[in-house]
């Protein structure tokens, strides 16, 4: 607990905050967020903050807040979601839902992706009304449900109704980045500027149907096996985009020199494989960043044993890089990997544009480098997909910046959504304090 400037008013740690925040299970499905975003509210109301409520369902609730600014730079925008992915045949050290404090720690689920990066957010936006400070530009906060379900009831559902509390907003921060991740000794900050675009199609393979004992070769089975077969071995071409470039250039420049040259080669579509083969495990994470990809994730057909199938479909996870269009993705796959006669048709696509706006960037790195002196925060390209794209239909700017300084120990990447998810008190202190200076600095030159 601390108390600012009027004596009156009590703010809760963050750290408070966050054990609140996991109490409310919000496993999604079904999300039921309610409690839990009127927890938010309930703290924005004691500090004299009005608040604005919508929601497509009544239990998946939405919360929105501003704060005042001078009006000299367009408003600034923190959001972030408070559902989280369940917990099913995981085993815990602690209970998931308890956020209790042991070893230094806060554990629970959420207490990384995102409720950690919700309760800095609250706790900045609390602190910055409660100091009055002297702010450049208005500060919106956003509260959303559902963000682990695709965001049709929260996110999206905003974007699509309530622009106009979003009007003249260039950046917003959300997740997911900001943390410290150790590379040859080094401390990098990855901060998020761009993700990969969800592109889902639906593939289906046809034949002549007819009866099991009459026997049938390269019916829609064979095919279904082709195709699959073919996703499996088959690589989509490699294509340096800016955002990949932006974060492998600085990684690459804060390397020892032969480490940063044989990361360049990444961007060079002739060594890539080769390069990424070298990396190993490394290599792993950089090779999402620099193809689009597709996975073949479900399959429907077939309903008696005794009956050829005349149609078997194929749902198929497609990850774009920014800025490529469906149609490019699917003239990539036909000359790749998909034969001609397999009927595509695309079932979701939520475009990133190819070029981040990187304006705000400089801001959040000096804020991280000043915060920890051996920082080096760098630009980051996500293959998942964050609410980020729902606000990119605005024109919005997002960069993942929950900053924590994180041990070196542990592997925390592989705690989010993992069991003994979990995140050390002084991080969400470090993330509250830098969020708070980034509302002070925003717009100032
Ligand atoms: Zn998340």
């Excluded at 209970?95 to 995102?114: Q, T, V």
């Excluded at 106009?164 to 080094?186: L, T």
């Excluded at 920082?375 to 900053?403: E, K, N, S």
Aim: charged share 20%; with cysteine.
């Amino acid at each position: 607990m601390s108390t600012l400037n009027n004596p009156n008013l009590i703010y809760e740690s963050p750290a408070t905050i966050l054990q609140h925040l996991i109490r409310f299970n919000t496993t999604n499905p079904p999300g039921d967020e309610a409690d839990c975003i009127a927890y938010i509210e309930e703290l924005l109301h004691q500090a004299g903050i009005e608040t604005t409520i919508v929601a497509k369902e009544n239990d998946r609730p939405n919360l929105i807040a501003r704060i005042k600014g001078s009006g000299a730079a367009p408003p600034l925008l923190l959001y972030g979601h408070v559902d989280v992915v369940g917990v099913d045949k995981q085993v815990w050290s602690h209970d998931p839902f308890g956020g209790e404090i042991h070893d230094g720690y806060i554990w629970g689920r959420g207490s990384l992706d995102m409720k950690g990066g919700i309760a800095m957010m609250v706790s900045a936006f609390l602190r910055a009304h409660g100091e009055r400070t002297h702010l450049q530009g208005d500060i919106i906060l956003a509260i959303v449900s559902d963000e682990e379900a695709g965001g049709d009831l929260g996110a999206s559902f905003l974007v699509d109704n309530y622009a106009k509390y979003f009007e003249g907003v260039e950046y917003a921060i959300g997740e997911f980045g900001g943390f410290s991740f150790q590379v040859s000794g080094r401390s990098f900050y990855p901060i998020m500027v761009a993700e990969k675009q969800v592109c889902w199609l639906r593939a289906t393979l046809r034949s002549e149907g007819g009866h099991g004992s009459l026997g049938q070769q390269n019916g829609c089975m064979a095919q279904l096996g082709k195709l699959l077969q073919s996703l499996n071995s088959a690589k989509l071409p490699i294509h340096a985009t800016p955002a990949a470039t932006y974060m492998i250039e600085s990684m690459a420049a804060a390397l020892p020199a032969i480490a940063g040259m044989v990361l360049r080669g990444l961007l060079h579509p002739s060594r890539t494989d080769l390069i990424l083969k070298l990396l190993g495990d490394k290599g792993k994470l950089f090779q999402p960043l620099l193809r689009n990809t597709v996975s073949a994730t479900v399959v429907r057909g077939g309903e008696k044993i005794n009956v050829h199938p005349s149609e078997i479909i194929v749902e198929l996870d497609g990850r774009l890089l920014p800025g490529f269009t469906s149609e490019q993705f699917i003239a990539e796959l036909r000359k790749h990997i998909i034969q001609d006669d397999v009927e595509l048709e695309v079932i979701r696509y939520e475009p990133i544009p190819a070029k981040p706006n990187m304006g705000m960037f400089k801001l959040l790195s000096d804020v991280l480098t000043e915060a920890d002196g051996a920082a080096i925060p760098v630009p980051m390209l996500l293959p998942g997909g964050t609410d980020a794209r729902h606000f990119a239909r605005l024109g919005i700017q997002t960069y993942g910046f929950l900053p924590m300084r994180l041990p070196e120990d542990i592997n925390f990447s592989a705690l989010i959504h993992a069991a003994d998810e979990r995140v050390p008190v002084t991080a969400i202190d470090f993330g509250a304090q830098a969020i708070f200076r980034v509302l002070e600095r925003y717009g100032k030159a």
